[in-house]
């Protein structure tokens, strides 16, 4: 039966072929009937088959796809067996535990050219030191500066530091430049006791810089972002504050983008998660005042648009990240929120000082925004325990807490010094000092500087500030840019404070932290040759001339002719009048001991200090480990 089908339908075909003449040419379906066809008899003609049939053409396209189906087989064969063999790569790679990773130093990428493996800390693409180097620093760095200002969540960075060296093959640039970042905040916060790692922090520094590109252009997650942060404490040190203006501008668009300034951007996340995310943005958040204070332009960050809980006055299910705690445990402070209220603070005086619509304010107006600011640093103040104050730390043994807190207090008498128009770089205020010091000390008659509001709040915060700030034994480059102009506006005050109200109850000690001050602006301008530190100096030292001169005319009975007395207040400073005295020579005699050309510092074990080195032994020697040589890299 089959057979018989396989003929017929053969015979159908090929009778389908035969058309006769007239339905080939008109191109219809003949049914080749004989002796005419349908169509023949229709149009009345003779049937005939005298025209050649159409040749069918070839298949190209089936034959070309037959082609592409071969090639991509053999292409698949090959792939299979190329994953066969990595395969057996991976497994037995894997199949090492990880302290045998560690001795066998698991290689970054497999050698094309041996089909070896190579050490990670001797590849050129995406380098780090040995694992059993870089944990115990980073567990360091977990445990002591991050505790307080925690940029990373400790078990996440392990985990990724740890899966950075056992799974090789699952290496990208961000991880990579996240562990950098880590490394080089450890480094910079290290003891200088304890060995540092093999590469500097300008090395590490380098390292995340050459993968920011792709930090910024992948697909952004929070690592990303804490990247970014890490960039900006590094380099917010720094004499130029450029770079780090812009990261972090970059950073809080990015952390913009995932919602980290809201609550809710993190609602569908677990707590943990969510809480690394604040704690992120408030670190973000807080470099973005400080610097826009410093240097005075807009902060990129607005208050109005962050919903977000600031940390916690108690450390809540035994977290206590951020907290600080005496020996006895009695007494406790959140540095980390401490900080963020005093960055919500600078935010506040930047939009009272320099804002464009703080310029458009009456003077009324612009008054009492300041002294709500008084109020605001005062109340921030009275929420630190006594134990943490700035008094207190400066008489207790240096640690490195005494650093942050250093930093904390310089950057909370920068917001008094700047609303009491008492900055150090206000040239019409420090040329009013020099004119009048010129006079008293002559004993010609002249009109006080007033002072500012609240005179001895500020004089009290700088005689504080300037006593802890030589207390911290170690001063490296990153610590002095970012505590320096605080440090000689405070000792500016100090020398107005001596000349208006040469009498005071401690004029002396005023005195040793004077002569300690000039000493580190001098040593400063050795290692910066900046011009505008040095005319600081200069006139600083010419203060220091008529402070002395007034103060020998105090102690010869020579009243100056204009003066504020003891009972000084910011408000109403009350003067006394003595005409008595002559006038004094243009230099006094006492200041023949000032030396403005002495190349040595005389210390008070009696140790001779060459400024040209910066450094010093024995207890006093404070300046100990400044260094702003051509070394320095923020």
């Not at 590849?123 to 870089?134: D, I, N, Q, R, Y």
């Not at 992948?218 to 972002?225: A, E, F, M, Q, T």
């Not at 943490?388 to 807190?405: P, V």
């Amino acid at each position: 039966m089959f057979p018989m089908l396989l003929v017929f339908n053969h015979l159908h075909a090929h009778l389908r072929i035969q058309a006769c003449d007239l339905c080939y040419n008109k191109r219809i379906k003949c049914d080749a009937k004989k002796p005419r066809c349908a169509h023949c008899v229709v149009y009345d003609v003779e049937c005939t088959f005298a025209a050649a049939s159409r040749k069918v053409a070839p298949r190209k396209r089936e034959v070309q796809s037959r082609e592409d189906v071969e090639a991509v087989s053999s292409r698949c064969d090959r792939l299979e067996a190329h994953m066969k063999v990595l395969s057996e790569k991976i497994e037995k790679l894997e199949s090492l535990t990880p302290q045998n990773a560690v001795t066998h130093q698991v290689s970054v990428s497999i050698s094309e050219d041996t089909g070896g493996p190579k050490d990670s800390h001797q590849s050129g693409a995406m380098s780090l030191p040995p694992l059993e180097e870089t944990l115990p620093m980073i567990k360091k760095y977990l445990a002591t500066f991050n505790s307080i200002l925690p940029l990373f969540d400790s078990k996440t960075l392990l985990a990724t530091v740890k899966q950075w060296y056992w799974h090789p093959r699952q290496r990208d640039q961000t991880t990579w430049a996240a562990i950098n970042v880590a490394l080089a905040l450890a480094n910079r916060h290290t003891d200088r006791n304890e060995s540092p790692l093999s590469n500097s922090v300008a090395e590490y520094l380098d390292n995340a810089q050459s993968a920011l590109t792709h930090v910024i252009m992948s697909d952004i997650d929070l690592i990303n972002v804490q990247v970014l942060v890490g960039l900006v404490m590094l380099f917010q040190g720094a004499e130029n504050l450029r770079p780090p203006m812009v990261l972090i501008a970059t950073a809080l668009r990015l952390a913009h983008k995932l919602g980290l300034h809201t609550r809710q951007g993190s609602m569908h996340l677990d707590r943990s998660e969510a809480l690394q995310r604040d704690r992120v943005f408030w670190i973000a958040y807080i470099l973005d005042k400080d610097l826009s204070l410093r240097t005075r332009q807009p902060p990129i960050q607005l208050d109005a648009d962050v919903d977000l809980d600031l940390p916690p006055e108690e450390p809540i299910d035994n977290d206590d990240t951020g907290f600080l705690f005496t020996s006895d445990g009695r007494s406790k402070v959140n540095f980390f929120r401490v900080r963020v209220q005093l960055a919500c603070i600078q935010g506040n005086v930047y939009d009272c000082l320099y804002s464009a619509r703080s310029q458009n304010l009456s003077l009324e107006q612009r008054a009492r925004n300041v002294q709500h600011i008084r109020s605001m640093l005062e109340g921030w103040k009275s929420h630190i325990p006594d134990e943490f104050s700035a008094n207190t730390i400066s008489r207790a043994s240096a640690t490195e807490l005494s650093r942050y807190f250093c930093i904390l207090y310089s950057s909370r008498l920068s917001c008094l010094v700047l609303i009491s128009n008492a900055d150090t770089w206000d040239g019409k205020w420090v040329r009013d000092l020099q004119e009048y010091g010129r006079k008293v000390a002559v004993g010609q008659p002249a009109l006080p500087v007033l002072p500012p509001n609240d005179w001895q709040t500020l004089v009290t915060a700088s005689r504080d500030y300037m006593r802890m700030f030589v207390s911290i034994p170690n001063k490296d480059a990153s610590f002095v840019w970012m505590t320096a102009c605080t440090y000689i506006a405070s000792l500016l005050c100090l020398l107005a404070n001596s000349i208006h109200n040469p009498g005071h109850e401690i004029v002396e000690s005023d005195k040793e932290q004077i002569d300690m001050g000039l000493k580190f602006v001098d040593e400063l301008i050795v290692q910066t040759s900046l011009e505008q530190i040095r005319t600081m100096r200069d006139a600083c030292r010419e203060l220091q001339q008529h402070a002395l001169a007034i103060a020998q005319n105090e102690r010869l009975g020579e009243a100056a002719p204009f003066g504020f007395s003891e009972d000084i207040d910011g408000s109403s400073p009350s003067f006394r009048q003595d005409f008595d005295g002559g006038p004094l020579p243009a230099r006094h005699p006492l200041l023949a001991t000032v030396s403005e050309n002495d190349s040595s510092i005389q210390g008070h074990d009696g140790t001779s200090w060459d400024l040209g080195e910066g450094i010093g032994t024995g207890s006093q020697a404070w300046l100990d480990g400044f260094n702003l040589g051509p070394n320095y890299v923020p």
